[in-house]
């Protein structure tokens, strides 16, 4: 079976294309020995990668909040454009550009593409959706908005805990997860941000409670707004998603992902995903 992964890494200046099973960081590196670092997934689409530049945007602001030297996005483009050479127009799939602060000691950050098909499970919950449980993040909704130190609002490779509460969903059963604050106000998914419509209008919760702001909600409020569906950053609670005629997890590889089961009740969507998965496409 042919390996349709591909690796780039950036190299004095330089995008260079090397084997999947290479090599490429030192084991000193501070993204693998402490997670500190950012990254970005971006969707591969017909061959190529329509939404970047949102994910360059916010890998920019990621660097910034964690003070990591950005290599700039000329260095993005040519990583992917490295990893994509020879890429299967025909085949769907999922780009990570991660930058961690390098070995330390003056060293440059490390930047790489890493280049790999979708996998089936993505697509069968974008198609057929997903259960999904509810879970406590344990802080307070505003707090980590005037938190630096806990980074808030960008996008880091420090998932342990966001890996942890998939294992705790799927030990019970449930496909995903979202995230709520100490008080019970809705927050986002490990990987992904709430989306729900509710009284003829689309909701998500505000980035003031220092969730990380999705590329995908983003442009689905953005074509939303201008076919007229009214669009608003809402808190909420879970109870709100129960009433709601329909919720959504959406990431950018994923899309939007209905939720059919919410902490074990079966909900449906009134029809509206179609439109929502319309919008996303355009």
């Excluded at 950012?38 to 591969?44: G, I, L, P, R, T």
């Excluded at 017909?46 to 990621?62: E, Q």
């Excluded at 440059?108 to 993505?122: G, H, N, Q, R």
């Excluded at 998939?166 to 019970?172: D, G, V």
């Amino acid at each position: 079976m042919t390996d349709l992964r591909s690796v780039a890494v950036w190299r004095n200046g330089a995008a260079v294309a090397v084997p999947a099973d290479e090599a490429v960081v030192t084991a000193w590196d501070q993204g693998l020995v402490r997670g500190d670092g950012a990254f970005e997934s971006v969707a591969v689409l017909d061959g190529g990668t329509p939404h970047l530049p949102a994910h360059l945007a916010r890998l920019t602001r990621s660097a910034a909040l964690l003070e990591i030297p950005h290599p700039g996005d000329d260095a993005w483009r040519a990583l992917v454009g490295a990893v994509l050479a020879g890429w299967p127009v025909d085949t769907e799939g999922v780009i990570r550009l991660l930058l961690t602060r390098g070995p330390g000691d003056d060293a440059p950050p490390t930047a790489l593409a890493l280049l790999a098909p979708v996998p089936a499970e993505t697509v069968r919950q974008r198609t057929t959706g997903v259960s999904v449980i509810s879970l406590s993040l344990g802080v307070p909704a505003d707090f980590r908005a005037r938190a630096p130190w806990l980074l808030g609002g960008a996008k880091t490779l420090s998932y342990a805990v966001n890996m942890a509460a998939y294992r705790h969903a799927h030990s019970l059963g449930a496909d995903d997860v979202v995230l709520t604050s100490l008080e019970g106000e809705l927050l986002e998914g490990p990987t992904s941000t709430v989306a729900w419509a509710a009284g003829g209008t689309l909701h998500t919760p505000p980035t003031e409670t220092g969730i990380l702001p999705g590329t995908t909600v983003a442009r689905l409020f953005e074509r939303a707004s201008a076919e007229g569906w009214p669009t608003a950053r809402t808190r909420a609670t879970v109870d709100d998603l129960h009433a709601a005629d329909a919720v959504w997890l959406l990431s950018g590889v994923r899309g939007a992902a209905p939720v059919h089961t919410l902490d074990g009740v079966r909900r449906g969507d009134a029809g509206l995903t179609s439109r929502v998965r319309e919008l996303l496409a355009r």
